[in-house]
């Protein structure tokens, strides 16, 4: 059975960005969705913003096309004609008080302005939003990862849209935060008797999460080449997976009890800097390979630049250093042009401290619990179990295997579905805090550096393979290895 959506109050929601690649692959898809269910109020409106020459009618085209393969086309035109264009330079006054007429005719409206641009633009839509009134009443800003490339200019961006906005107006987006098995998270841990009395240093071995791309950088390149995969993904993405993992139990889910849980955990991390990022993370960049069969160019040639040193790919150790977690490592490792799509968190227990069995018996291996967050979102319990029959006992490694689409028999909502209606509803619960994302650049920055001082190029990785060798190694050395679920 599947809960009836809750309803929705009407709303304007602007995207600037409205004809970029986030914007039309996964903002719109996530609204068309939400339409189909009955949540986007009939006096709604959603309204691209972005340079280009269009009018209503050439964006619905646009969008027609991109979404046609979703849903019927009868239902689509019917969510079109919600959507609407304006274009505006963020840079120039021109079009403003037009774009401030529109918005300003459903005064009554919660109204959310989507900033899915890159983050130099920030400053100057919001001080223009500003300047037009257009941050008054029930208005709300969402800001696009990564906000700023360093800690001095988040805090610039930051300071700049805090003139305009109050924090509570502030939507700071990461969309992993949204994703089903994140949130359940939450629930496994604090919602069963069973894991949290072992979530500690005393019972959990290792922690690794693992965020892997197939693409590449495709078009993005101008924008990803001067960020590279810390930035874009672990500085966000994978560090606000380890906080959920990591953790103090909050008093409740309210916004403030669950960011301030997040936040101790980030003040907590071990420094990685020019002292030991060397022996702490790989960085590597791809070459030209094959991935899902077919031959692919490296990085060089699709950014039509071979002396770019940026990394599309990162693998590191990271420390927390408080009583629960002393001694425990979190590797992570991501990149782009990985043999699968496949993002999961795998916590590995320690082993018994006693072996009962026979050596014939077979080896024990330890429980790993593997959270799948894509593909087939859910969760991997393994266990040790006898193998059946009347044989002498042999010994088993398996998994208790829950995937949510086949329990649930539903699809589940892609991130931005869930995070777009709690912007309009006004819930921060899963948005990053500004002193959060100052946290994760004060981490961020001393491995970036760490590797600007030491010059040393990425390693190159074939497309289609796991990443340098050395990002083996890293786990190896350990005496580990990394979870072959995902391999
Ligand atoms: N793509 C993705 O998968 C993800 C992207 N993000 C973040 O989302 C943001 C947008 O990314 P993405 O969609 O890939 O970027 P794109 O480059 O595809 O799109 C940028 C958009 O901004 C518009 N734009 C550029 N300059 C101006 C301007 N001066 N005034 C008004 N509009 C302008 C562009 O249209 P025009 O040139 O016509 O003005 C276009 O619509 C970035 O911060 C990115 O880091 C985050 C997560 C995932
Ligand atoms: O934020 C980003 O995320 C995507 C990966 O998101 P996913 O939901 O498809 O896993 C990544 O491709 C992109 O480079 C990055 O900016």
Not at 207 to 215: D, K, R, S
Not at 278 to 302: F, H, I, M, N
Not at 436 to 441: G, L, Q, S, T, Y
Request: charged share 20%; hydrophobic share 40%.
């Amino acid at each position: 059975m599947t809960a009836s959506p809750q309803s929705v109050e009407p709303f304007d929601l602007v995207i600037f960005g409205g004809t970029g690649d986030l914007a039309v692959r996964k903002l719109l898809p996530a609204l068309f969705h939400r339409f189909l269910d009955g949540q986007i109020p009939a006096s709604s409106r959603i309204v691209g913003i972005a340079r280009e020459a269009l009018d209503d009618a050439g964006y619905r085209a646009q969008l027609r096309e991109a979404l046609i393969g979703v849903c019927a086309a009868a239902q689509l035109d019917v969510f079109l004609q919600q959507v609407f264009y304006r274009p505006l330079d963020a840079r120039k006054d021109e079009g403003w008080n037009d774009f401030t007429a529109f918005i300003g005719a459903q005064p009554e409206h919660v109204r959310v302005f989507y900033l899915s641009t890159s983050p130099e633009l920030f400053v100057d839509i919001c001080t223009r939003l500003g300047q037009h009134g257009l941050n008054q009443g029930a208005s709300r800003v969402v800001l696009e990862k990564p906000i700023g490339r360093d800690l001095a200019s988040a805090n610039q961006i930051n300071d700049a849209v805090g003139k305009v906005f109050s924090e509570s107006q502030t939507f700071r987006i990461d969309h992993y935060l949204g994703k089903e098995t994140v949130q359940n998270l939450l629930v496994l841990r604090f919602g069963n008797a069973l894991f949290e009395p072992l979530w500690n240093a005393g019972h959990i071995d290792h922690v690794q999460i693992t965020v892997a791309e197939t693409l590449g950088v495709g078009h993005r390149g101008a924008y990803y080449d001067r960020a590279g995969a810390l930035r874009d993904m672990v500085q966000n993405h994978m560090l606000q997976l380890l906080c959920m993992v990591a953790m103090e139990p909050p008093s409740s889910l309210a916004p403030d009890a669950v960011r301030d849980e997040k936040l101790k955990v980030l003040h907590s991390l071990k420094a990685i800097d020019d002292s030991n990022a060397a022996q702490l993370t790989v960085r590597g960049q791809y070459r030209a390979g094959v991935a899902e069969g077919a031959g692919v160019p490296g990085y060089p040639e699709e950014l039509g630049n071979s002396k770019s040193n940026t990394e599309t790919f990162v693998a590191l150790k990271a420390e927390i250093a408080n009583w629960r977690w002393a001694g425990v490592p979190f590797y992570l490792r991501t990149g782009k042009r990985l043999p699968s799509r496949v993002s999961e968190i795998a916590v590995t227990f320690k082993p018994v401290p006693h072996s009962i069995f026979n050596p014939d018996a077979g080896t024990l291996s330890q429980n790993r619990l593997v959270l799948r967050l894509q593909p087939d979102e859910g969760v991997k319990l393994w266990l040790t179990i006898k193998h059946p029959g009347p044989g002498g006992l042999r010994l088993r490694h398996v998994p208790l295997d829950m995937s949510f689409a086949q329990a649930f028999g539903v699809q589940q909502p892609d991130a931005y579905e869930r995070l777009l209606l709690d912007v309009v509803r006004g819930n921060p619960t899963l948005f990053m805090r500004r002193d959060e994302v100052e946290a994760a650049w004060r981490w961020a920055g001393p491995i970036l550096a760490a590797w600007a001082d030491s010059g040393e190029p990425p390693r190159p990785y074939a497309a289609g393979s796991w990443g340098p060798s050395a990002a083996v190694a890293l786990i190896e050395r350990d005496g580990r290895t990394w979870n072959e679920d995902s391999e």
